[in-house]
């Protein structure tokens, strides 16, 4: 009789991982499950985006691969070795395209997710974990948490001393950008819309993780009335709420809505309000919601209040990429980004 592919798992599992799991010390992760850590973490296979990218900033070398291959030009801004490593898919989210076996053939000695810790992800997490052996950490992918989630990546692959100076980072530009948002009066902060994709329909509600750097900064989302994550709206919703302020991630929509007599009318388009968010190598306000948003603060404090934040994108720029990404850019590549060109 064959075994069915539960057992082989197992099988696997117990093979592979057994005496590094012997060996481990428990760790909480953020949901407060205990997860075995081996004394030494070599691999780390990233259950998503977000995880890839968090793990990339911190320890690239223990990165596995990615959820999906880069592309060369997202590559120039990426230490190119590690870029280039292979797409092993990905557990969680849309898509999801890892099977246990190929997880297990790999060899990680950590599975590393980034996101909701809600009941599902930790149903899942614990499943994944028992069924082959491998610690799997959950992790809080919220924007206001990324100081906290840096230090648990720290004690997960015991390197505490680089994960505090991330953190650091965070803590102090959080810091310093709300204290100045604290001061703005309510009747000067902006109301704005996120459109996501070719048409500029998609959009973030209230609560949804893709507009947490909207929230963070005080504007009003127009459409937080409703809660929930993405969803698809009309042009004559988009319309009634006439925003102040247009971000999108779509070059298509930003390049065309100027021009689009449907939205003319809208005071975001008649004022020349609609922002290209950069997106070299990842996304700056989302897509996907990871570290990559912090610049993105930066990018959007200005953006919405012009006055209280004049300090050099180019030069924020430069730093983060710096810090986070373990390659400098040169002034060229900056004006490529922050043109919101691939």
């Avoid at 012997?22 to 407060?32: E, I, L, N």
């Avoid at 911190?58 to 292979?86: H, K, M, S, T």
């Avoid at 937080?224 to 999108?248: C, F, H, M, Y």
């Amino acid at each position: 009789m064959q075994p069915d592919r539960r057992t082989l798992i197992a099988g696997l599992a117990a093979a592979l991982l057994a005496p590094d799991v012997a060996r481990a010390a428990a760790v909480s992760d953020a949901a407060g499950r205990a997860v075995p850590i081996p004394d030494k973490v070599l691999r780390v296979f990233p259950a998503g985006p977000p995880a890839a990218i968090l793990l990339y900033t911190l320890a690239p070398e223990l990165l596995i691969g990615w959820p999906r291959a880069n592309r060369p030009e997202e590559c120039v801004y990426l230490l190119p070795d590690i870029c280039a490593r292979p797409e092993v898919g990905r557990i969680t989210g849309r898509g999801n395209t890892a099977n246990l076996e190929v997880v297990l053939a790999l060899k990680p000695d950590l599975i590393l997710d980034v996101g909701s810790t809600n009941p599902t992800f930790v149903s899942l997490a614990t499943r994944v974990q028992e069924q082959t052996g491998i610690p799997y950490a959950l992790l809080d992918g919220r924007f206001d948490a990324i100081a906290a989630t840096y230090r648990k990546l720290g004690e997960l692959t015991h390197r505490q001393a680089a994960a505090e100076a991330l953190a650091r980072y965070a803590d102090e530009t959080m810091t310093a950008i709300k204290g100045r948002v604290e001061k703005i009066s309510e009747d000067r902060r902006p109301r704005v819309y996120y459109a996501r994709g070719p048409r500029g329909l998609e959009t973030g509600l209230g609560g949804s993780i893709n507009v947490e750097t909207i929230d963070f900064l005080g504007a009003r989302n127009v459409a937080a009335e409703r809660k929930g994550g993405l969803a698809i709206v009309s042009v004559e919703q988009v319309l009634l709420w006439n925003p102040d302020v247009i971000v999108t991630i779509d070059r298509d929509f930003a390049a065309g809505v100027r021009g689009d007599p449907v939205w003319g009318s809208i005071a975001a388009v008649r004022a020349g309000r609609v922002h290209l968010s950069p997106k070299m190598p990842f996304g700056w306000v989302d897509f996907p919601p990871s570290v990559n948003r912090l610049i993105g603060l930066w990018w959007l404090a200005k953006i919405l209040y012009p006055e209280q934040f004049p300090e050099d994108i180019g030069a924020l720029t430069r730093d983060f990429y710096t810090r986070f990404y373990h390659v400098t850019p040169t002034a060229a590549q900056i004006e490529h980004v922050l043109a919101g060109r691939d």
